[in-house]
């Protein structure tokens, strides 16, 4: 009686970890809030799961949790040449899931399995909470007759997230979708996965997005590419996806307007010296001129090798928005809205450089594990970093932690499995 019991009990232990997980994941569409709690929930899952020393000998056999944590002890160094040690404090505090996560992970009983199953509840949640959004939307729309409550920021609105975000987690959730529709052979399944690319078209083009467009373009290449057929079947495809997005694009005026800065950049505005309180930036020149001026003003100032330190990042870009009258037109206090060059900035080239080499090391990895959502995952990482200071935000951070720790630690536990199975 008694064995049975601890056997129902570890039993609930492993399921509650799992559904703690997937909670975290989930609550990435929701406000900050709501996630928070999650990840308190996940922790506590993980203490309850067994006992410390247990814990400690299983993380020694992986290896794979040192990327990101290493990352982490970058930041952590960081504090010993920064100024305002206060607010490097509060930075590494908010970036602790990069080392939480990988080492709950490495020491807990997440089998590939769970992992996939709690990746698949990310993954319809994505569809389901799109959904909720597009109806919303619809509501409001009826109420105010403004077309711009279905797009960009108003869609959004509700959940407290910025577009990018919710598109790098909606991206995301559709890749692990349209993969189970396929391996599980589901009936009719061309017709579903049809249904799902149109609607998540639909989708891209109300969160207005060019980065996660792009982004999605590129895995929808990848696939194309990467499934079986004639060369000529791929490129009629690949052709078919050029321009139904086009014209999806050119459909939406908000989408298309969203649009013209990057057919039309001017670029002349990113070499001046002094802005105007009412400088007509454009997404892209604005980004363009963040690191310009970043760059410019760490190899003038000797921060070129370690950066600034883990708290300066702000006190320092204000300096040279200020500078260059960026202040005039309320930009104190803006991340530089290029993870590279944010990383730059207080890290230097050294921290730039761990940040490709692990970078690069995800898309190695999960080209040897064939793993087509890593890869996916790699993709949109690599290309929102180009435009959002992704790891400047609890949203950000949460997704990259917890998304990298998962995809590398499992992996490598599978990996290991089937050889032993060997």
């Keep these: 009686m008694g064995s049975e019991k601890i056997t129902f009990f570890n039993k609930y232990r492993d399921d509650f970890i799992l559904y703690a997980l997937s909670l975290v994941l989930i609550t990435l569409f929701l406000p900050i809030n709501f996630n928070s709690i999650a990840i308190n929930v996940f922790i506590l899952s993980w203490l309850l799961q067994s006992n410390f020393i247990k814990k400690i000998r299983t993380i020694k056999i992986s290896k794979s949790n040192w990327f990101l944590m290493g990352f982490f002890l970058l930041y952590l160094v960081g504090l010993l040449y920064t100024a305002n040690s206060k607010e490097g404090l509060k930075y590494i505090v908010r970036i602790l899931p990069f080392f939480l996560f990988p080492l709950i992970l490495a020491s807990s009983s997440i089998t590939q399995l769970k992992k996939e199953k709690a990746l698949l509840f990310f993954g319809y949640s994505g569809l389901v909470i799109s959904l909720i959004l597009f ?25 407290e997230l910025h577009p990018v975000y919710f598109g790098m987690y909606y991206v995301l959730s559709v890749v692990l979708v349209l993969k189970n529709i396929y391996k599980n052979n589901v009936k009719n399944k061309q017709v579903y996965m049809g249904i799902l690319v149109a609607y998540s078209l639909v989708v891209l083009m109300l969160i207005s997005s060019k980065i996660i467009i792009l982004a999605a373009l590129i895995l929808g290449f990848y696939a194309i590419f990467r499934t079986k057929g004639l060369k000529a079947q791929k490129l009629i495809l690949s052709i078919l996806l050029i321009v139904t997005t086009s014209l999806a694009i050119v459909f939406f005026s908000v989408t298309k307007e969203r649009f013209s800065d990057v057919l039309k950049p001017n670029l002349e505005i990113v070499f001046k010296d002094k802005y105007a309180y009412n400088e007509n930036f454009s997404g892209l020149t604005l980004r363009l001129v963040f690191s310009r001026l970043a760059i410019k003003h760490l190899i003038e100032d000797n921060h070129f090798l370690l950066g600034v330190g883990t708290g300066d990042y702000k006190d320092y870009t204000n300096e040279f928005y200020v500078k260059h009258d960026l202040h005039r037109g309320k930009y104190l206090n803006y991340n530089l809205h290029n993870q590279y060059t944010q990383t730059f900035l207080s890290l230097g080239i050294f921290g730039l450089i761990y940040l490709f080499f692990m970078l690069g090391s995800f898309v190695k990895k999960s080209i040897i594990y064939e793993d087509p959502v890593f890869l996916s995952f790699a993709v949109i990482i690599l290309l929102v970093f180009l435009t959002e200071s992704v790891l ?3 949203k950000g951070i949460v997704f990259f932690a917890l998304l990298s720790s998962l995809f590398l630690i499992n992996n490598k536990k599978m990996k290991n499995d089937s050889k032993k199975q060997g």
């Design 135 to 159: 109806l919303i939307s619809g509501y409001n729309y009826l109420h105010s007759r403004d077309i711009n409550c279905f797009f960009y920021k108003e869609f959004t609105k509700l959940e």
């Design 392 to 394: 400047q935000v609890h």
